[in-house]
């Protein structure tokens, strides 16, 4: 079945600064990749997704990258703020298919 | 527009009682799929009801089991209960199976004394 792993378990940046968080997966069937975010007390919510027709997608300060060749994807923030202090989880699915598989999570803080 | 609701928010338990968690998918929505997230853990997937029947089941054993009503509405139970089982469970719902995007609602922490 499909194995998702994630890095870093764990990042600080300043304000401002750019944070990236990397996930690979292993089923090459897969072709449906989300990222939620989870503040604390919360579920998660999903910030944004991507679908393996392409290859980058943007919303404001976030994007996310995909390379299907080498089966990994990133989530990129722009100009952080301390509001986007949570945890980020990226996840992998067949979509109409497979339930997600989650990656084990990246604590972001931002620093003001 | 209600998003996902779940009860009870909290939840303790002792070794050997059972539990059932309850869950209502927002609005629209025929899905629910239920997750355990242990601490410092993503979400792994339980089981996901349709049209009042288990569809897809993930690697947990039978003391899970769940139900969905004809208002969509959904149940997790749990049966023997073991320390292990402490996590927060959550409930997830979408449209037409995997169609569509997964909506998460805030969860039951449950504690297994």
């Known amino acids: 079945g499909e194995n998702v792993e994630q890095h870093p378990s764990t990042l600080s940046v300043q304000e401002g600064d750019s944070a990236v968080i990397k996930c690979t997966y292993s089923d090459s069937a897969s072709n449906y990749f989300p990222w939620y975010k989870q503040e604390l007390g919360k579920g998660p919510q999903l910030i944004i997704d991507?679908?393996?027709?392409?290859g980058e997608k943007k919303d404001q300060r976030i994007a996310v990258t995909l390379n299907k060749t080498a089966k990994h994807f990133s989530l990129h923030i722009t100009e952080t703020q301390p509001e986007d202090s949570a945890v980020y989880f990226c996840a992998a699915s067949i979509q109409g298919n497979t339930p997600l598989v989650f990656g084990k999570g990246t604590r972001l803080s931002v620093i003001a | 527009d209600a998003g996902v609701t779940q009860s009870p928010t909290h939840l303790i338990k002792t070794r050997g009682q059972q539990v059932t968690l309850r869950c209502s998918p927002k609005?629209?929505?025929?899905?629910v799929s239920w997750y355990q997230q242990a601490l410092g853990q993503g979400p792994q997937f339980i089981f996901q009801y349709y049209e009042e029947e288990e569809r897809q089941r993930g690697n947990f054993p039978d003391r899970f089991s769940g139900h969905q009503f004809p208002n969509y509405s959904s149940e997790l139970n749990v049966n023997a209960l073991l320390l292990g089982d402490s996590a927060l469970y959550l409930c997830?719902?979408?449209?037409?199976?995997?169609?569509?995007?997964?909506?998460f609602g805030p969860g039951t922490r449950l504690t297994v004394l």
């Open positions: 997830a719902s979408s449209l037409n199976l995997w169609g569509g995007e997964q909506f």
């Open positions: 609005s629209g929505h025929d899905t």
């Open positions: 991507i679908r393996s027709n392409v």
